[in-house]
């Protein structure tokens, strides 16, 4: 079965600070989507970033961004200037067809 | 638009009892996925649909049926409720991206169900 691995269950990172959350995944597809979503205490799932696999270019949005190796098969999330409001379980998503895998999420604590 | 919409947001059963949830999408999107949340296991995929009148299993089938009819709606049907599918039920829809393959994946609120 393919797989996606957040080694890190939980992390902490202080306000304005950055931290680094770890992704790995494994498919056999070469032309595919990585993505991780962001669950708060609400519940409600928000996509925070895509990456295409075909683009070398690693995706940013704000202060969101991936360092995506193919050929390693990783996936990691730098969240820069760290907010109380990033505080959330932190889910990396790659593919299965056409369906979707995703970790078991890394909660990520903001301290003040 | 509604987005992704799912009814009931609650529910109780009593095992045994049956169920159905309904998924709603408003935005035309092709894909449709129902998923279980358990706490430390992520969300594990049951079903799928790639299409109207399509349905396919996912990682966890077992004790589940769906249905999609028509392209907006997508049920998720349990024909007798056990205690092991208490759990938060999401549903998510999503587009064709690159080769067909699903872009990003729409998300409705969550339906928390409890079997006693």
């Known amino acids: 079965a393919q797989t996606v691995t957040q080694s890190q269950p939980e992390m902490s990172v202080q306000e304005a600070e950055t931290v680094t959350l770890s992704c790995t995944y494994d498919t056999s597809e070469s032309d595919y989507y990585l993505f991780w979503y962001k669950q708060p205490p609400s519940r409600q799932m928000i996509l925070v970033i895509r990456q295409e696999a075909y683009k070398q270019q690693n995706a940013t949005e704000n202060r969101f961004s991936v360092n995506f190796q193919k050929a390693a098969k990783s996936f990691s999330l730098k969240i820069s200037d760290s907010q109380l409001g990033d505080a959330a379980m932190y889910f990396c998503v790659s593919p299965s067809g056409y369906a979707l895998n995703f970790g078991k999420g890394t909660s990520l604590l903001v301290t003040p | 638009n509604a987005g992704v919409t799912q009814t009931p947001k609650f529910r109780v059963l009593k095992t045994g009892q049956s169920m159905t949830l309904l998924c709603a999408q408003d935005m035309n999107h092709e894909y449709m996925y129902w998923y279980r949340q358990d706490p430390g296991m992520g969300l594990r995929l049951i079903h799928y649909?790639?299409?109207?009148?399509?349905?396919a299993k996912g990682e966890v089938p077992d004790g589940y049926n769906v249905s999609r009819l028509k392209k907006q709606n997508f049920l998720l049907g349990l024909e007798s409720a056990a205690p092991s599918q208490t759990s938060v039920y999401f549903c998510?829809?999503?587009?064709?991206?690159?080769?067909?393959?699903?872009?990003?994946?729409?998300f409705g609120p969550g339906t928390r169900l409890t079997v006693l």
């Open positions: 998510a829809s999503s587009y064709s991206g690159r080769r067909g393959r699903p872009n990003e994946q729409f």
């Open positions: 649909s790639v299409g109207e009148g399509t349905t």
